[in-house]
Protein backbone atom coordinates (compact mmCIF):
# COMPACT_ATOMS: atom_id res chain seq x y z
CA UNK A 1 0.00 0.00 0.00
CA UNK A 2 1.16 3.62 -0.30
CA UNK A 3 -0.21 5.80 2.34
CA UNK A 4 -1.32 8.95 0.94
CA UNK A 5 0.74 11.28 3.68
CA UNK A 6 -0.08 14.41 1.62
CA UNK A 7 -3.60 14.49 2.50
CA UNK A 8 -2.40 13.59 6.75
CA UNK A 9 -4.67 15.69 8.75
CA UNK A 10 -7.37 17.11 6.05
CA UNK A 11 -10.83 15.86 5.70
CA UNK A 12 -11.64 13.73 2.31
CA UNK A 13 -14.64 12.93 0.94
CA UNK A 14 -15.10 9.32 -1.20
CA UNK A 15 -17.65 7.74 -3.47
CA UNK A 16 -17.10 4.47 -5.15
CA UNK A 17 -16.52 1.76 -2.88
CA UNK A 18 -15.34 -0.98 -5.27
CA UNK A 19 -11.95 -2.61 -5.19
CA UNK A 20 -10.13 0.50 -5.96
CA UNK A 21 -12.12 2.70 -3.88
CA UNK A 22 -11.52 0.77 -0.88
CA UNK A 23 -8.38 0.55 -1.50
CA UNK A 24 -7.58 4.72 -2.08
CA UNK A 25 -10.44 4.75 1.14
CA UNK A 26 -7.21 2.88 3.17
CA UNK A 27 -4.34 4.56 1.92
CA UNK A 28 -6.50 7.67 3.01
CA UNK A 29 -6.54 6.61 6.10
CA UNK A 30 -3.00 5.39 6.21
CA UNK A 31 -1.70 8.73 5.45
CA UNK A 32 -3.49 10.16 8.18
CA UNK A 33 -6.92 12.13 6.33
CA UNK A 34 -10.20 11.52 7.64
CA UNK A 35 -12.33 9.71 5.21
CA UNK A 36 -15.98 9.80 4.81
CA UNK A 37 -16.95 7.05 2.38
CA UNK A 38 -20.21 6.78 0.40
CA UNK A 39 -21.58 4.05 -2.48
CA UNK A 40 -25.09 3.96 -4.06
CA UNK A 41 -24.91 0.03 -3.34
CA UNK A 42 -25.81 -0.62 0.80
CA UNK A 43 -23.29 -3.75 -0.10
CA UNK A 44 -20.27 -1.55 -0.62
CA UNK A 45 -20.83 0.75 1.82
CA UNK A 46 -20.89 -2.73 4.28
CA UNK A 47 -17.87 -4.08 3.33
CA UNK A 48 -16.21 -0.72 3.40
CA UNK A 49 -17.44 -0.41 7.02
CA UNK A 50 -16.44 -3.48 7.85
CA UNK A 51 -12.85 -2.72 7.24
CA UNK A 52 -12.87 0.47 9.34
CA UNK A 53 -13.90 2.85 6.94
CA UNK A 54 -16.21 5.61 8.26
CA UNK A 55 -19.18 5.57 5.83
CA UNK A 56 -22.73 8.09 5.52
CA UNK A 57 -24.48 9.47 3.25
CA UNK A 58 -22.49 12.54 1.10
CA UNK A 59 -25.55 14.21 0.86
CA UNK A 60 -25.89 14.96 4.37
CA UNK A 61 -22.49 15.76 4.79
CA UNK A 62 -20.95 18.95 5.53
CA UNK A 63 -19.08 19.65 2.67
CA UNK A 64 -17.20 23.18 3.29
CA UNK A 65 -15.20 21.15 5.63
CA UNK A 66 -13.83 18.66 2.81
CA UNK A 67 -10.07 19.49 1.50
CA UNK A 68 -10.72 16.81 -1.60
CA UNK A 69 -13.35 14.69 -3.04
CA UNK A 70 -11.99 11.64 -4.60
CA UNK A 71 -14.50 9.84 -7.20
CA UNK A 72 -14.31 6.26 -8.66
CA UNK A 73 -13.48 6.67 -12.26
CA UNK A 74 -16.40 4.77 -13.23
CA UNK A 75 -18.72 7.38 -11.95
CA UNK A 76 -19.76 10.55 -14.31
CA UNK A 77 -17.81 13.14 -13.69
CA UNK A 78 -19.24 15.61 -16.99
CA UNK A 79 -21.35 13.09 -19.07
CA UNK A 80 -24.31 12.17 -19.57
CA UNK A 81 -25.16 14.28 -16.47
CA UNK A 82 -22.70 14.99 -13.25
CA UNK A 83 -23.24 12.72 -10.63
CA UNK A 84 -24.98 14.21 -7.72
CA UNK A 85 -21.68 14.08 -5.56
CA UNK A 86 -19.97 16.03 -8.45
CA UNK A 87 -22.49 18.57 -7.94
CA UNK A 88 -22.24 19.05 -4.30
CA UNK A 89 -18.13 19.55 -4.35
CA UNK A 90 -19.11 21.71 -7.55
CA UNK A 91 -21.37 24.29 -4.85
CA UNK A 92 -18.83 23.50 -2.07
CA UNK A 93 -16.11 24.08 -4.17
CA UNK A 94 -13.82 21.03 -3.52
CA UNK A 95 -11.33 19.62 -5.77
CA UNK A 96 -12.62 16.18 -7.61
CA UNK A 97 -9.64 13.61 -8.05
CA UNK A 98 -8.75 10.31 -8.29
CA UNK A 99 -6.82 7.40 -7.33
CA UNK A 100 -4.05 8.25 -9.89
CA UNK A 101 -3.80 11.81 -8.66
CA UNK A 102 -3.14 10.63 -5.11
CA UNK A 103 -0.68 8.57 -6.45
CA UNK A 104 0.81 11.09 -8.10
CA UNK A 105 1.23 13.84 -5.66
CA UNK A 106 2.73 10.77 -2.80
CA UNK A 107 5.42 9.95 -5.17
CA UNK A 108 6.42 14.13 -6.12
CA UNK A 109 6.65 14.00 -2.23
CA UNK A 110 8.34 10.79 -1.36
CA UNK A 111 10.31 10.49 -4.32
CA UNK A 112 9.98 12.51 -7.32
CA UNK A 113 12.86 11.06 -10.13
CA UNK A 114 10.97 7.23 -9.24
CA UNK A 115 10.88 6.38 -13.25
CA UNK A 116 7.42 6.49 -13.89
CA UNK A 117 5.65 5.22 -16.96
CA UNK A 118 2.42 5.73 -17.76
CA UNK A 119 0.19 4.57 -20.94
CA UNK A 120 -3.23 5.51 -22.53
CA UNK A 121 -4.96 5.57 -25.53
CA UNK A 122 -7.79 3.77 -27.27
CA UNK A 123 -6.55 0.47 -28.00
CA UNK A 124 -3.60 -1.52 -26.86
CA UNK A 125 -3.58 0.28 -22.85
CA UNK A 126 -3.56 -3.35 -21.55
CA UNK A 127 -1.13 -5.31 -23.55
CA UNK A 128 1.45 -2.61 -23.64
CA UNK A 129 1.62 -1.76 -20.05
CA UNK A 130 2.35 -5.27 -19.58
CA UNK A 131 4.47 -5.69 -21.66
CA UNK A 132 6.69 -2.93 -20.31
CA UNK A 133 6.22 -4.01 -16.77
CA UNK A 134 7.59 -7.35 -18.29
CA UNK A 135 11.00 -6.18 -20.20
CA UNK A 136 11.23 -4.21 -17.19
CA UNK A 137 11.41 -6.76 -14.56
CA UNK A 138 13.07 -9.14 -17.36
CA UNK A 139 16.05 -6.42 -17.32
CA UNK A 140 16.53 -6.48 -13.23
CA UNK A 141 14.16 -3.34 -12.63
CA UNK A 142 11.98 -3.25 -9.19
CA UNK A 143 8.84 -2.73 -10.73
CA UNK A 144 4.98 -1.96 -10.19
CA UNK A 145 2.46 -2.34 -12.63
CA UNK A 146 -1.09 -1.52 -11.71
CA UNK A 147 -4.16 1.00 -12.60
CA UNK A 148 -6.82 0.65 -15.03
CA UNK A 149 -4.83 -3.39 -15.20
CA UNK A 150 -4.20 -5.35 -12.49
CA UNK A 151 -3.60 -3.80 -9.13
CA UNK A 152 -5.16 -0.19 -8.12
CA UNK A 153 -2.05 2.17 -7.83
CA UNK A 154 -2.55 2.83 -4.58
CA UNK A 155 -2.14 -0.99 -3.51
CA UNK A 156 1.61 -0.79 -5.07
CA UNK A 157 4.62 -0.27 -3.36
CA UNK A 158 5.41 2.94 -2.04
CA UNK A 159 7.51 5.19 -4.19
CA UNK A 160 11.41 4.98 -3.90
CA UNK A 161 14.47 6.01 -6.02
CA UNK A 162 14.86 2.94 -8.19
CA UNK A 163 11.16 1.78 -8.60
CA UNK A 164 9.94 1.94 -12.00
CA UNK A 165 5.82 2.53 -11.61
CA UNK A 166 4.06 1.13 -15.30
CA UNK A 167 0.32 2.38 -14.64
CA UNK A 168 -2.20 1.65 -17.51
CA UNK A 169 -4.52 5.42 -17.46
CA UNK A 170 -8.11 5.22 -18.71
CA UNK A 171 -9.78 8.58 -19.83
CA UNK A 172 -11.64 8.63 -16.70
CA UNK A 173 -8.57 8.10 -14.70
CA UNK A 174 -6.62 11.10 -16.59
CA UNK A 175 -9.78 13.39 -16.03
CA UNK A 176 -9.19 12.68 -11.90
CA UNK A 177 -5.38 13.26 -12.30
CA UNK A 178 -4.91 17.11 -12.79
CA UNK A 179 -1.45 17.17 -11.81
CA UNK A 180 -0.30 13.87 -13.73
CA UNK A 181 3.72 13.73 -14.92
CA UNK A 182 5.00 10.65 -15.98
CA UNK A 183 8.85 10.51 -16.84
CA UNK A 184 7.19 8.80 -20.08
CA UNK A 185 3.91 9.30 -21.16
CA UNK A 186 2.48 7.44 -23.92
CA UNK A 187 -0.81 7.61 -26.39
CA UNK A 188 -0.81 5.29 -28.53
CA UNK A 189 -4.25 5.88 -30.72
CA UNK A 190 -7.15 7.15 -30.70
CA UNK A 191 -10.82 6.12 -31.94
CA UNK A 192 -14.26 7.41 -30.96
CA UNK A 193 -14.85 5.47 -27.39
CA UNK A 194 -16.92 6.03 -24.27
CA UNK A 195 -18.62 9.51 -26.21
CA UNK A 196 -21.62 8.70 -23.80
CA UNK A 197 -18.98 9.59 -20.71
CA UNK A 198 -17.28 12.67 -22.57
CA UNK A 199 -19.94 14.23 -25.00
CA UNK A 200 -17.85 14.22 -28.30
CA UNK A 201 -14.32 13.25 -29.49
CA UNK A 202 -12.73 16.38 -29.05
CA UNK A 203 -13.75 16.38 -25.09
CA UNK A 204 -12.49 12.42 -25.65
CA UNK A 205 -9.56 13.29 -27.28
CA UNK A 206 -8.36 16.17 -24.68
CA UNK A 207 -8.58 14.26 -21.94
CA UNK A 208 -6.13 11.71 -23.70
CA UNK A 209 -4.32 14.60 -24.56
CA UNK A 210 -3.23 15.68 -20.67
CA UNK A 211 -1.48 12.31 -20.26
CA UNK A 212 1.66 12.84 -22.67
CA UNK A 213 1.37 16.78 -22.05
CA UNK A 214 2.41 16.69 -18.77
CA UNK A 215 5.05 14.06 -19.16
CA UNK A 216 8.85 14.13 -19.26
CA UNK A 217 8.56 12.89 -22.57
CA UNK A 218 5.57 12.62 -25.16
CA UNK A 219 5.41 9.39 -26.81
CA UNK A 220 2.62 9.28 -29.39
CA UNK A 221 1.46 6.67 -32.07
CA UNK A 222 1.25 9.09 -35.45
CA UNK A 223 -0.99 6.54 -37.26
CA UNK A 224 -4.24 8.52 -36.90
CA UNK A 225 -5.21 12.18 -37.66
CA UNK A 226 -5.76 13.09 -34.10
CA UNK A 227 -2.70 11.78 -32.03
CA UNK A 228 -0.92 13.08 -34.94
CA UNK A 229 -2.24 16.38 -34.27
CA UNK A 230 -1.42 16.04 -30.83
CA UNK A 231 2.01 15.18 -31.45
CA UNK A 232 2.49 18.47 -33.79
CA UNK A 233 0.89 20.44 -31.31
CA UNK A 234 2.86 18.79 -27.84
CA UNK A 235 6.60 19.95 -29.90
CA UNK A 236 5.44 23.11 -30.63
CA UNK A 237 4.59 23.84 -27.05
CA UNK A 238 8.47 22.56 -26.32
CA UNK A 239 7.58 19.37 -25.69
CA UNK A 240 10.06 16.43 -25.82
CA UNK A 241 7.82 14.21 -28.25
CA UNK A 242 8.86 11.02 -29.40
CA UNK A 243 6.67 9.60 -32.67
CA UNK A 244 5.55 5.61 -33.38
CA UNK A 245 4.66 4.31 -36.19
CA UNK A 246 3.57 0.96 -37.03
CA UNK A 247 2.41 1.76 -40.63
CA UNK A 248 5.51 4.03 -42.08
CA UNK A 249 8.78 4.79 -41.81
CA UNK A 250 9.10 8.28 -39.96
CA UNK A 251 11.88 11.02 -40.37
CA UNK A 252 12.39 10.93 -36.70
CA UNK A 253 11.15 8.43 -34.17
CA UNK A 254 10.79 4.85 -33.91
CA UNK A 255 8.79 2.60 -36.45
CA UNK A 256 7.93 -0.76 -37.64
CA UNK A 257 9.56 -2.16 -41.23
CA UNK A 258 8.26 -5.86 -41.12
CA UNK A 259 9.58 -7.49 -37.72
CA UNK A 260 12.10 -5.00 -37.26
CA UNK A 261 11.94 -2.04 -35.11
CA UNK A 262 13.26 1.15 -36.33
CA UNK A 263 14.77 4.32 -34.92
CA UNK A 264 15.30 6.70 -37.64
CA UNK A 265 17.43 9.79 -35.81
CA UNK A 266 19.44 12.90 -37.69
CA UNK A 267 18.98 11.78 -41.01
CA UNK A 268 20.20 8.13 -40.25
CA UNK A 269 17.95 5.04 -39.57
CA UNK A 270 19.30 1.94 -37.52
CA UNK A 271 17.51 -1.45 -36.47
CA UNK A 272 16.97 -1.35 -32.66
CA UNK A 273 15.00 -4.57 -32.27
CA UNK A 274 13.26 -6.94 -33.62
CA UNK A 275 9.66 -9.22 -33.44
CA UNK A 276 10.72 -11.80 -35.45
CA UNK A 277 9.39 -15.34 -34.10
CA UNK A 278 7.79 -13.93 -31.02
CA UNK A 279 4.45 -15.30 -31.25
CA UNK A 280 3.14 -13.03 -28.38
CA UNK A 281 3.68 -9.91 -30.58
CA UNK A 282 2.57 -11.19 -33.86
CA UNK A 283 0.69 -8.56 -35.89
CA UNK A 284 0.82 -4.90 -36.92
CA UNK A 285 -1.23 -3.65 -33.51
CA UNK A 286 1.36 -5.34 -31.63
CA UNK A 287 4.19 -3.42 -33.44
CA UNK A 288 2.40 -0.44 -32.32
CA UNK A 289 2.67 -2.00 -28.54
CA UNK A 290 6.13 -2.98 -29.22
CA UNK A 291 7.09 0.34 -31.01
CA UNK A 292 5.91 2.29 -27.18
CA UNK A 293 7.53 -0.06 -25.08
CA UNK A 294 10.67 0.30 -26.82
CA UNK A 295 10.77 4.57 -27.03
CA UNK A 296 9.87 4.36 -23.06
CA UNK A 297 12.36 2.12 -21.95
CA UNK A 298 15.30 3.29 -23.46
CA UNK A 299 14.41 6.79 -21.83
CA UNK A 300 14.48 5.10 -18.39
CA UNK A 301 17.38 3.88 -18.94
CA UNK A 302 17.84 -0.04 -20.25
CA UNK A 303 19.54 -0.50 -23.24
CA UNK A 304 18.66 -2.57 -26.70
CA UNK A 305 19.88 -5.47 -25.73
CA UNK A 306 17.88 -5.87 -22.54
CA UNK A 307 14.91 -4.70 -24.22
CA UNK A 308 15.25 -7.30 -26.85
CA UNK A 309 15.35 -9.79 -24.48
CA UNK A 310 12.25 -8.78 -22.59
CA UNK A 311 10.03 -8.32 -25.86
CA UNK A 312 10.97 -12.32 -27.04
CA UNK A 313 10.01 -13.79 -23.56
CA UNK A 314 6.73 -11.85 -23.26
CA UNK A 315 4.04 -14.63 -22.81
CA UNK A 316 1.36 -12.06 -23.68
CA UNK A 317 -2.02 -11.52 -22.11
CA UNK A 318 -4.82 -13.99 -21.45
CA UNK A 319 -7.34 -13.92 -23.35
CA UNK A 320 -5.89 -11.34 -26.27
CA UNK A 321 -4.62 -13.25 -29.10
CA UNK A 322 -2.90 -15.95 -26.19
CA UNK A 323 -0.89 -18.86 -27.83
CA UNK A 324 -2.59 -22.01 -25.59
CA UNK A 325 -1.25 -24.82 -27.68
CA UNK A 326 0.27 -26.25 -30.12
CA UNK A 327 -0.02 -29.51 -31.94
CA UNK A 328 2.70 -29.95 -34.90
CA UNK A 329 1.86 -27.12 -37.61
CA UNK A 330 -1.48 -26.23 -35.76
CA UNK A 331 -0.89 -23.40 -32.96
CA UNK A 332 -4.33 -23.04 -30.65
CA UNK A 333 -5.25 -18.79 -30.24
CA UNK A 334 -7.32 -17.82 -27.43
CA UNK A 335 -8.73 -14.12 -28.14
CA UNK A 336 -12.22 -14.12 -26.18
CA UNK A 337 -11.46 -10.18 -25.30
CA UNK A 338 -12.43 -9.79 -28.78
CA UNK A 339 -15.80 -9.01 -27.92
CA UNK A 340 -17.03 -7.19 -31.48
CA UNK A 341 -15.99 -7.30 -34.91
CA UNK A 342 -12.88 -4.07 -34.71
CA UNK A 343 -11.73 -6.36 -31.84
CA UNK A 344 -11.07 -9.40 -33.87
CA UNK A 345 -9.52 -7.54 -37.28
CA UNK A 346 -6.02 -7.85 -35.40
CA UNK A 347 -6.15 -11.78 -34.75
CA UNK A 348 -7.88 -12.20 -38.19
CA UNK A 349 -5.04 -10.13 -39.95
CA UNK A 350 -2.21 -11.88 -38.27
CA UNK A 351 -2.83 -15.43 -39.39
CA UNK A 352 -3.00 -16.68 -42.95
CA UNK A 353 -4.71 -19.45 -43.00
CA UNK A 354 -7.42 -19.88 -40.20
CA UNK A 355 -10.24 -21.96 -38.47
CA UNK A 356 -12.11 -19.44 -36.88
CA UNK A 357 -14.48 -20.07 -34.22
CA UNK A 358 -16.67 -17.33 -33.85
CA UNK A 359 -19.92 -16.10 -32.38
CA UNK A 360 -21.90 -15.38 -28.94
CA UNK A 361 -24.34 -12.42 -28.07
CA UNK A 362 -23.86 -10.57 -31.43
CA UNK A 363 -22.97 -6.48 -31.37
CA UNK A 364 -24.43 -4.07 -34.04
CA UNK A 365 -22.70 -4.91 -37.10
CA UNK A 366 -22.09 -8.35 -36.70
CA UNK A 367 -19.13 -9.22 -38.35
CA UNK A 368 -19.90 -7.40 -41.77
CA UNK A 369 -16.68 -5.27 -41.14
CA UNK A 370 -14.33 -8.41 -41.25
CA UNK A 371 -15.11 -8.88 -44.38
CA UNK A 372 -11.61 -8.37 -46.19
CA UNK A 373 -10.24 -11.44 -43.72
CA UNK A 374 -12.80 -13.89 -45.24
CA UNK A 375 -10.11 -15.18 -47.92
CA UNK A 376 -8.03 -16.31 -44.73
CA UNK A 377 -10.25 -18.53 -43.20
CA UNK A 378 -9.83 -22.32 -43.97
CA UNK A 379 -13.54 -22.80 -42.34
CA UNK A 380 -15.23 -21.04 -39.67
CA UNK A 381 -16.91 -22.84 -36.45
CA UNK A 382 -20.09 -20.25 -35.24
CA UNK A 383 -21.57 -20.99 -31.82
CA UNK A 384 -24.29 -18.93 -30.04
CA UNK A 385 -26.79 -16.71 -30.60
CA UNK A 386 -25.18 -15.17 -33.42
CA UNK A 387 -24.59 -18.05 -35.13
CA UNK A 388 -27.63 -17.87 -37.87
CA UNK A 389 -26.69 -14.26 -38.51
CA UNK A 390 -22.56 -15.11 -39.06
CA UNK A 391 -23.90 -17.82 -41.64
CA UNK A 392 -25.85 -15.22 -43.12
CA UNK A 393 -23.01 -12.96 -43.74
CA UNK A 394 -20.40 -15.61 -44.77
CA UNK A 395 -22.74 -17.12 -47.49
CA UNK A 396 -20.14 -18.32 -49.91
CA UNK A 397 -17.20 -16.27 -48.73
CA UNK A 398 -15.59 -19.40 -46.56
CA UNK A 399 -17.20 -22.67 -45.52
CA UNK A 400 -18.95 -22.88 -41.93
CA UNK A 401 -20.66 -24.87 -39.73
CA UNK A 402 -22.72 -23.93 -37.12
CA UNK A 403 -21.10 -25.87 -34.23
CA UNK A 404 -23.96 -24.58 -31.20
CA UNK A 405 -20.79 -24.67 -28.51
CA UNK A 406 -17.76 -23.83 -27.56
CA UNK A 407 -16.41 -27.72 -27.22
CA UNK A 408 -17.72 -29.15 -30.07
CA UNK A 409 -16.12 -26.05 -32.16
CA UNK A 410 -12.61 -26.47 -30.74
CA UNK A 411 -13.02 -30.23 -31.27
CA UNK A 412 -14.07 -29.65 -34.98
CA UNK A 413 -11.87 -27.04 -35.95
CA UNK A 414 -8.70 -29.15 -34.24
CA UNK A 415 -9.34 -32.61 -36.55
CA UNK A 416 -9.85 -30.49 -39.77
CA UNK A 417 -6.80 -28.38 -38.70
CA UNK A 418 -4.70 -31.14 -38.43
CA UNK A 419 -5.33 -32.92 -41.83
CA UNK A 420 -4.17 -30.07 -43.33
CA UNK A 421 -0.83 -30.58 -44.56
CA UNK A 422 1.34 -27.41 -45.09
CA UNK A 423 2.47 -24.05 -43.53
CA UNK A 424 1.32 -22.78 -39.89
CA UNK A 425 -2.62 -23.34 -39.54
CA UNK A 426 -4.67 -21.08 -36.19
CA UNK A 427 -7.30 -22.98 -34.47
CA UNK A 428 -8.40 -18.96 -33.41
CA UNK A 429 -11.22 -18.36 -30.90
CA UNK A 430 -11.49 -14.74 -31.91
CA UNK A 431 -15.66 -14.39 -31.72
CA UNK A 432 -16.66 -10.86 -32.28
CA UNK A 433 -19.23 -11.50 -29.65
CA UNK A 434 -20.31 -11.05 -26.01
CA UNK A 435 -19.96 -14.01 -24.20
CA UNK A 436 -22.95 -13.18 -22.29
CA UNK A 437 -24.92 -16.02 -24.22
CA UNK A 438 -23.34 -19.12 -22.92
CA UNK A 439 -20.68 -18.35 -20.21
CA UNK A 440 -20.28 -15.46 -17.29
CA UNK A 441 -18.00 -13.57 -19.32
CA UNK A 442 -15.22 -13.47 -21.68
CA UNK A 443 -12.53 -14.68 -19.15
CA UNK A 444 -14.92 -17.55 -18.46
CA UNK A 445 -14.83 -18.34 -22.35
CA UNK A 446 -11.11 -18.17 -23.31
CA UNK A 447 -10.42 -20.55 -20.03
CA UNK A 448 -13.25 -22.86 -21.42
CA UNK A 449 -11.35 -22.72 -24.78
CA UNK A 450 -7.80 -23.21 -23.33
CA UNK A 451 -8.97 -26.35 -21.46
CA UNK A 452 -10.72 -27.50 -24.87
CA UNK A 453 -7.26 -26.84 -26.70
CA UNK A 454 -5.07 -28.56 -24.34
CA UNK A 455 -7.48 -31.41 -23.59
CA UNK A 456 -6.77 -32.68 -27.39
CA UNK A 457 -4.06 -35.94 -27.55
CA UNK A 458 -0.95 -34.57 -28.36
CA UNK A 459 -1.56 -30.60 -27.71
CA UNK A 460 1.69 -29.32 -25.68
CA UNK A 461 0.37 -25.94 -23.95
CA UNK A 462 2.24 -22.58 -24.19
CA UNK A 463 2.99 -20.35 -21.66
CA UNK A 464 2.06 -22.84 -18.78
CA UNK A 465 -1.55 -22.76 -19.08
Known amino acids: MIPATTFAGKRVSLFGLGGSGIATALALKAGGADVLAWDDNPDSVAKAASQGIATADLREAGWSGFSSFVLSPGVPLTHPKPHWTVDLAHQAGVEIIGDVELFVRERAKQSPDAPFIAITGTNGKSTTTALIAHVLKSAGRDTQMGGNIGRAVMTLDPPAPERHYVVECSSYQIDLAPSLDPTAGILL ?8 RHGSMEHYAAIKERLVAGSRTAIVGVDDD ?32 GANLMEAAGGRVSRVASLDSIGSLRGQHNAQNALAALAACLKVGLSAAEIQSGLQSFPGLAHRME ?26 SSFERIYWIAGGLAKEGGIEPLRDYFPRIAKAYLIGEAAPAFAATLGEAAPYEIAGTLAAAVEHAAADAARETGSEAAVLLSPACASFDQFKNFEVRGEAFRQAANAIEGVEPIGGN
Open 226 to 257: WCAKIADRLERAGSDVVRISKRRALADGYFAD
Open 323 to 348: QVGRKGHVLFINDSKATNADAAAPAL
Open 189 to 196: NLTPDHLD
